[in-house]
């Protein structure tokens, strides 16, 4: 072959753009674990369209460890993680902090994207302050509270057990009862900003300059929020920190995540940008 044909053959294959796999890591929100993007069908759909599991982490008496993992990476990873979802909001985030390092070892240099549902987004964002955003290129919250929720104002309210009567609670209460008592550390992270509490702590961190995508549920009459948690909460930019550098998608659904979530998340990979 002549010089010359060899060097436009090299050339073209130095301009070539490079094959480059992205990687999903779906965190889960209160009281749900990583069925949640099973059970409502999302991982499905997004499999159909190139997106494979990669397999669930989950901290053992060993360190992090990676199950259902396949024989061999494919070009677009979803990975789940399973969190303490009862557990304070840097507990969980701490923990995700170790998966997401976890992840970049096994994809050295690869995009990653965060998506958050419910209490999951906030863990998400802590995650980012604490230990910042090495590869991650975006992070997508779904009907999460990053301004917090009155819901958990009253669930404190319902298991304060000071007072004359309070041993009453406590033997009456029931599971779901005894449930809200040990999330307690969580419920006060997740109340509306107030000076002391979390939320006004971490809405006024600089957060990583990444691009945020909230995803803001419209209820059945067409008003953001939902039963759980308000609009205004469900939206980055009321956070002062991220004020104006959130975009927006709003999704006609309840709290829970369901299979349309899938098609709104295809939908924003599109236009995320990886450096």
Same mark, same amino acid.
């Given at each position: 072959?002549?010089?010359?044909?060899?060097?436009?053959?090299?050339?073209?294959?130095?301009?070539?753009?490079? +094959?480059?796999?992205?990687?999903?890591? %779906?965190?889960?929100?209160? %009281?749900?674990?990583?069925?949640?993007?099973?059970?409502?069908?999302?991982?499905?759909?997004?499999?159909?369209?190139?997106?494979?599991?990669?397999?669930?982490?989950?901290?053992?008496?060993?360190?992090?460890?990676?199950?259902?993992?396949?024989?061999?990476?494919?070009?677009?990873?979803?990975?789940?993680?399973? %969190? @303490?979802?009862?557990?304070?909001?840097?507990?969980?985030?701490?923990?995700?902090?170790?998966?997401?390092?976890?992840?970049?070892?096994?994809?050295?240099?690869?995009?990653?994207?965060?998506?958050?549902?419910?209490?999951?987004?906030?863990?998400?964002?802590?995650?980012?302050?604490?230990?910042?955003?090495?590869?991650?290129?975006?992070?997508?919250?779904?009907?999460?509270?990053?301004?917090?929720?009155?819901?958990?104002?009253?669930?404190?309210?319902?298991?304060?057990?000071?007072?004359?009567?309070?041993?009453?609670?406590?033997?009456?209460?029931?599971?779901?009862?005894?449930?809200?008592?040990?999330?307690?550390?969580?419920?006060?992270?997740?109340?509306?900003?107030? @000076?002391?509490?979390?939320?006004?702590?971490?809405?006024?961190?600089?957060?990583?300059?990444?691009?945020?995508?909230?995803?803001?549920?419209?209820?059945?009459?067409?008003?953001?929020?939902?039963?759980?948690?308000?609009?205004?909460?469900?939206?980055?930019?009321?956070?002062?920190?991220?004020?104006?550098?959130?975009?927006?998608?709003?999704? +006609?659904?309840?709290?829970?995540?369901?299979?349309?979530?899938?098609?709104?998340? %295809?939908?924003?990979?599109?236009?995320?940008?990886?450096?």
């Amino acid at each position: 072959m002549q010089p010359i044909k060899l060097m436009i053959i090299a050339l073209a294959l130095l301009s070539s753009p490079v +094959a480059r796999a992205d990687v999903l890591v %779906l965190v889960h929100g209160y %009281l749900a674990s990583p069925m949640s993007w099973e059970q409502s069908g999302i991982n499905a759909v997004l499999e159909q369209q190139g997106w494979k599991r990669g397999g669930l982490f989950r901290s053992t008496h060993a360190g992090i460890q990676l199950f259902d993992a396949p024989t061999k990476n494919a070009a677009n990873t979803v990975y789940v993680v399973d %969190l @303490p979802s009862e557990a304070p909001v840097i507990v969980q985030s701490d923990m995700l902090s170790g998966m997401l390092e976890t992840v970049r070892q096994q994809q050295p240099g690869e995009p990653i994207i965060i998506v958050g549902h419910s209490a999951g987004g906030v863990v998400a964002r802590m995650s980012l302050i604490r230990a910042g955003a090495k590869n991650v290129s975006a992070l997508i919250t779904i009907a999460s509270p990053h301004v917090g929720t009155t819901r958990a104002e009253q669930a404190i309210d319902a298991t304060n057990e000071s007072g004359p009567f309070g041993f009453v609670k406590n033997i009456f209460g029931g599971e779901g009862y005894d449930t809200l008592k040990r999330s307690r550390g969580l419920l006060f992270d997740l109340t509306r900003p107030y @000076p002391g509490n979390l939320l006004y702590w971490l809405n006024a961190q600089q957060h990583p300059d990444i691009q945020y995508v909230s995803v803001v549920r419209l209820n059945p009459v067409g008003f953001a929020g939902d039963d759980l948690v308000p609009g205004f909460s469900q939206d980055m930019n009321n956070v002062p920190a991220l004020k104006g550098r959130s975009s927006i998608v709003t999704t +006609a659904a309840q709290h829970s995540l369901v299979t349309s979530d899938a098609t709104s998340l %295809l939908d924003i990979l599109k236009t995320i940008k990886v450096n």
